[in-house]
């Protein structure tokens, strides 16, 4: 029954991702990226994926879809049809399709417990997870503790990512081009004139914050983490900005404010690494951070992910801000 | 029966070349963008479809209960860090066709080629 649903689910993803490359309106096509984030999300949750189902979930259908339609709103909607080289692409994509469906052919079948993957390093984390780290929930226990490394690695892309972005925007806008300025910061006073929208938007902040807090200090317990919480509290922040406009979403948690969760978490991740090299011990080892090395285990987990759900947080809602503040073309 | 194990790696592979044609034959940079997009999940899909252990469950370990089957955690981590990148990295290339657009006007490729054609910089 799992497999059947799982099979008409996975047919609807590639039916979305047809419609999303055919529509020629970018907003529709934004929607139904959403969705197809949507469906991927749950195709996650039945391949045993919770915590990447979550994050999916958060970025994917969420953030994505409102960085998306940001950029839209500063360029435009309607994509032109051009005359060109179709077939050929055509082509080229069918070829290469070929040779990975022909590739396929050579992999274990789904959910073969004897596959290649499933005997090397994986069960080896979960026992180890048990001895050396004793939280429940395994993936955070590698994400954390034993791949610490790519995590930090990770946290820093986001970082750079996060400072690229404002970068570009910190150049003033051209004033060449056929557009003229229309400045117009009334425009951005959010919802207010929908009655519904606004109560029902104001109602789900502080739910979405409670719940986001919930799944970054519940990580290591149950599904969730830095990345899904900072995902999530970035998407209540999004939400609040969309329903009472920019500029009050910006007094409730200013730019300043951002710049210092953005760089806070990324420092107190590192600075996590560097206590226990002074304590003795290797670059992001926490065995050494307290008496009992479960114990400086956890709260190692606990400090690193704070670190993550902060940059994360921090560096999506600049994001957001950064496109907001645009001034249109037009 | 055996041919669906394979029908996750299907989607994958279709899915995988949707998003590649949006990169190689559409003209628009947001567009391109979204195929990346679609690229990147089918990756994404690839990867927690090999971690899948029949009658597994969610890598969380429960007190007590030492015989259950779990799918491998180590495709979940690598996923779970990947999709946040992944929305970074696109903003980053949404700022940069938001740029492209206030400099030349356009985010239609063929414009833009046009365009530095017209007056090498």
Redesign the interface.
């Known amino acids: 029954m799992t497999?059947l649903f799982?099979?008409f689910l996975?047919?609807l993803?590639?039916i979305t991702?047809?419609a999303?490359?055919q529509t020629r309106n970018?907003v529709v096509?934004?929607m139904l990226?959403g969705i197809?984030?949507l469906l991927?999300a749950i195709?996650?949750f039945l391949?045993?994926?919770?915590?990447?189902a979550l994050?999916?979930a958060a970025?994917?259908a969420g953030?994505?879809t409102v960085?998306?339609l940001?950029?839209?709103a500063?360029?435009?909607e309607h994509?032109?049809k051009?005359p060109?080289?179709?077939w050929l692409?055509?082509l080229?994509?069918?070829s290469?399709?070929l040779v990975?469906?022909y590739a396929?052919?050579d992999?274990p079948?789904?959910?073969?417990?004897d596959?290649p993957?499933?005997r090397h390093?994986?069960p080896w984390?979960?026992e180890e997870?048990?001895q050396d780290v004793d939280i429940?929930?395994?993936?955070t226990a590698?994400?954390g503790s034993f791949?610490a490394y790519?995590?930090l690695g990770?946290v820093f892309?986001?970082f750079t990512?996060?400072i690229?972005?404002l970068f570009?925007?910190s150049?003033p806008?051209?004033r060449s081009?056929?557009?003229s300025l229309s400045g117009s910061t009334s425009e951005q006073s959010g919802l207010q004139d929908e009655l519904l929208l606004g109560v029902v938007g104001r109602l789900l902040v502080p739910f979405i914050l409670l719940f986001g807090l919930y799944v970054q200090f519940h990580g290591e317990?149950?599904?969730g983490?830095g990345?899904q919480a900072?995902?999530l509290i970035a998407a209540a922040f999004i939400l609040y900005a969309l329903v009472e406009g920019q500029q009050r979403a910006l007094e409730a948690l200013p730019r300043q404010a951002l710049n210092a969760l953005m760089i806070g978490g990324a420092l107190l991740y590192g600075g996590v690494g560097i206590a226990g090299m002074l304590m003795g011990s290797n670059f992001l080892d926490y065995s050494v951070l307290s008496e009992d090395p479960i114990a400086g285990q956890k709260l190692g987990i606990i400090l690193i992910e704070a670190g993550v759900g902060m940059t994360?947080s921090g560096?999506?809602l600049s994001?957001f801000h950064?496109?907001g503040a645009?001034d249109r073309?037009r | 029966m055996n041919l669906l194990g394979l029908y996750n790696y299907w989607v994958f592979a279709v899915v995988l070349m949707i998003g590649f044609y949006a990169v190689v034959a559409r003209t628009n940079l947001i567009k391109k963008l979204m195929g990346l997009s679609l690229f990147q999940a089918a990756v994404f899909l690839l990867y927690i479809t090999m971690g899948k252990v029949s009658g597994g469950t969610a890598p969380i370990l429960q007190k007590g209960v030492s015989d259950a089957v779990f799918s491998n955690p180590l495709p979940q981590v690598l996923i779970l860090t990947a999709i946040v990148v992944g929305i970074s990295t696109t903003a980053l290339g949404l700022g940069i066709v938001v740029r492209i657009k206030e400099d030349y006007d356009s985010i239609d490729e063929k414009d833009i080629q046009e365009i530095d054609r017209q007056c090498p910089r």
């Open positions: 497999v799982g099979v996975l047919t993803l590639v991702a047809l999303v490359v970018l096509a934004v990226l197809f984030s991927l195709n996650f391949l045993d994926a919770a915590d990447v994050t999916e970025v994917g953030i994505s960085l998306f940001g950029a839209l500063l360029t435009s994509e032109r051009r060109g080289r179709r692409s055509l080229v994509v069918a290469a399709g990975v469906v396929t052919f992999k079948r789904f959910g073969d417990p596959a993957v499933q390093i994986g984390y979960l997870t048990a429940p929930n395994v993936v590698v994400l791949r790519d995590t990770e892309v986001v990512a996060g690229g972005v570009m925007f150049a806008r051209p081009g056929n557009g317990y149950g599904p983490g990345f900072g995902a994360v560096v999506l994001v950064a496109f645009r073309i």
